[in-house]
């Protein structure tokens, strides 16, 4: 499985951007897609998911009421739209996949096993 994650780019502080993650090889069906995000010198951390599914979704407190994942069907793609952007999303974002992950383990990095090749989003203040 490939995972695409394309979008980001760089903006001023306020904007949006809107990130995609697209799966080659294999549909979604059955996955949970999760969205994280790695800033020079620090872990990776979580930024949400989404149950394939179902639709089920949550969100990093960092995210809630800014980001907003969406899915398309048709094109096997996962959305992460990203508004009111400020300087500290600076990061690479990687999107990642996995067709076993519980419910309580979507936050953790360690249960995906896909993922793709990450996107730069700079937001400049």
């Known amino acids: 499985v490939q995972l695409q994650a394309s979008g980001g780019g760089l903006v001023q502080a306020g904007a949006s951007l809107r990130l995609s993650c697209a799966a080659s090889e294999r549909s979604f069906s059955g996955a949970t897609v999760g969205w994280f995000r790695q800033a020079p010198g620090k872990e990776r951390e979580f930024v949400g998911a989404?149950?394939?599914?179902?639709?089920?979704?949550i969100y990093a407190d960092s995210a809630k009421g800014r980001f907003t994942m969406s899915r398309d069907n048709a094109k096997n793609t996962v959305y992460l739209q990203m508004n009111s952007l400020k300087p500290e999303d600076t990061a690479v974002y990687y999107c990642?996949?996995?067709?076993?992950?519980?419910?309580?383990?979507?936050?953790?990095?360690?249960?995906?096993?896909?993922w793709g090749q990450g996107t730069q989003v700079t937001v400049s203040s």
């Open positions: 990642a996949a996995g067709w076993t992950i519980i419910l309580s383990e979507r936050t953790n990095k360690e249960a995906y096993h896909y």
């Open positions: 989404i149950r394939w599914s179902g639709g089920s979704i």
